[in-house]
């Protein structure tokens, strides 16, 4: 059976003046319009389509893949709003995406950018956005690790930090202090697990966590030290975004792995920078 919001593998049936129309199983025949054909779609054949409703309510499938499927958080432009229906959204694909009123966590105007879920309309079957972001997120135990490496989507800014959903699945939160930036609602960033707390909310960190952070970076200083001469142009005075455009990482985690390189005494400290301790030969 072909599933409303998610790409599927759907077969060929037959070919007709308004395009093809692929077994949808349960749904029935669902056309696939002329526009999205190829010459190598013939019946009998398989496609992978995503399908929805168009604006008459119809099942139709389309090659296009939207911003976001069914069971998805994305960060979506809001192009128009309806007094009586609620916002329309651009995911992407021909007809525009319904944000309800009563889905809307606040105002919304043309223009905004808002970061929603995107699900299937029990009472409808139709596919709707919603900015209520807390009924969409696991309210089970979050299975990860410390340290797991997870994606990030930017939901929201708060007086702590950035709350972020974490692999379409949970809520998490990034430290501003532990930030070499701001960061932008509906970004997409790769990031670490840094703790679990005991009501089970996700602290985040967007460097590696721990002593195998530190390990593995204090290796890419090294090899970074030996690509340029010994030396490299960062120390106290470096601004963050400098430092995480060199290495990925925020300065506090920087400077703890030159710190620990110092106390191994295989760089010095310099007010210009740092430099490799070459050993003396014996």
Known sequence: ??????????????????GLYLDGGSHGEILLPKKYITDSAIPGSKLEVFVYRDSEDRLVATTETPHAMVGE???LKVLSWDQSLGAFLDWGLAKDLLLPRREQAGPVRPGDWIVVH???DEKSDRIIASARLNRALGHQPPNYSPYQPVKLLIAEETPLGYNAIVE??????????????????????DGYVRSIRPDGKLDLTLDRVGIQRIVSLSEQILEALKANGGRLPYHDKTSPDEIRDAFGVSKKAFKQATGTLY???LILLEPTGIQLV????K
């Open 118 to 120: 995107v699900s299937l």
């Open 73 to 75: 958080f994305a960060c």
């Open 168 to 189: 379409n699945t949970h809520r998490g939160l990034l430290y501003r202090e532990s930030l070499a930036r701001p960061l932008k609602i509906g970004e997409r960033l």
């Open 1 to 18: 059976m072909a599933l409303i919001g998610r790409r599927n593998h759907l077969t060929i049936v037959r070919d007709a003046p308004p």
């Open 263 to 265: 106390r191994q005494r």
């Open 278 to 281: 070459i050993p003396k030969k």
